[in-house]
């Protein structure tokens, strides 16, 4: 069976192999393919935090009989949008799998959000649905890795909270979500470390969630981290624009120690300091 829609462009696509004995209940399939889509759509908004037009995945091609093999691949693509930021979405995201199949711990690029997504795509194996599930970045550069039951295991283990504590996290506010059954929800992107952390907030925060939107800002409440000591969310208590410090000219510390060198001159004193 090949059904396609349209061929993928160089260096666009993911391709998804699905290796099964069995046939696929439709919900596994549609699971799959939805929670790795929604997680190309979570590490663009990672790579570009702010108010970007956004790159939309679909199905652009679906073949198999025993292994089943789908391509997602951009179905709308801004004028605003280049390449290389889609190839950078789809590299991230085999990166981050490949990652979480040996380690308990969030990936670059990625939420806690899109590593529960990799769980729910993981367990159909545990579950005993599939056999296995590969998923690569195609052409260009091709980069492949392997689902499997340990990848589950591990993304529940990175986002699993062992410890809380009070502090801040700094980066660009994005993704505003105040119709989430848990209340409102952000996201503040830290560019250091190349992740982002889930912002959990109370109706009260709306106002200045949506002033701050798309700047850089400084989340302050309860910090919970896993067991590598990465922030998995921020439970919301103050947000403040960041205001970074203005820049010190030498010209401004000119004189602030007058009597330094004593009665050398800098000329002497450098003579001094230099060892000659």
């Known amino acids: 069976m090949t059904i396609t829609l349209e061929r993928p462009t160089a260096d666009t696509a993911i391709e998804v192999v699905i290796d099964t004995t069995n046939r696929i209940p439709v919900p596994t399939f549609a699971t799959i393919l939805n929670q790795l889509s929604w997680s190309l759509d979570e590490i663009d908004r990672t790579t570009r935090p702010g108010k ?8 652009v091609e679906v073949s198999g009989s025993k292994s089943i093999h789908a391509w997602l691949a ?3 693509m801004p004028p605003s949008v280049d390449m290389g930021t889609v190839s950078s979405a789809a590299r991230g995201l085999v ?15 990625f939420t806690a959000s899109t590593v529960r997504r990799v769980e729910r795509v993981s367990s159909s194996i545990s579950k005993g649905r599939v056999d296995a599930i590969r998923v690569s970045s195609v052409n260009g550069s091709r980069s492949e ?25 700094t980066g660009i506010l994005d993704v505003l979500d105040s119709r989430h059954r848990h209340g409102v929800r952000a996201q503040v992107y830290v560019p250091m470390e190349r992740r ?12 200045k969630l949506k002033e701050c939107w798309g700047q850089e800002v400084v989340a302050h409440g309860q910090l919970k981290r896993n067991s590598r000591g990465q922030v998995i969310s921020l439970g919301l208590t103050l947000l403040e624009e960041h205001r970074a410090a203005a820049a010190v000219s030498p010209w401004t510390l000119l004189g602030a120690s007058p009597n330094f060198t004593g009665s050398l001159s800098t000329d002497e004193y450098m003579e001094v300091t230099r060892g000659r």
Request: aromatic share 4%; no cysteine; proline share 6%.
């Open 196 to 207: 982002a952390v889930m912002i959990q907030a109370s109706p009260e925060h709306v106002a």
């Open 52 to 59: 970007n037009a956004r790159v939309e995945w679909g199905i």
């Open 145 to 169: 890795t392997v689902l499997t039951a340990d990848t589950a295991k591990n993304a529940h283990d990175a986002v699993t909270g062992s410890r809380t504590s009070w502090g801040s996290v």
């Open 74 to 76: 951009p179905i709308t």
């Open 95 to 109: 990166s981050g799998l490949d990652g979480l199949a040996t380690t308990p711990e969030i990936p670059q690029l």
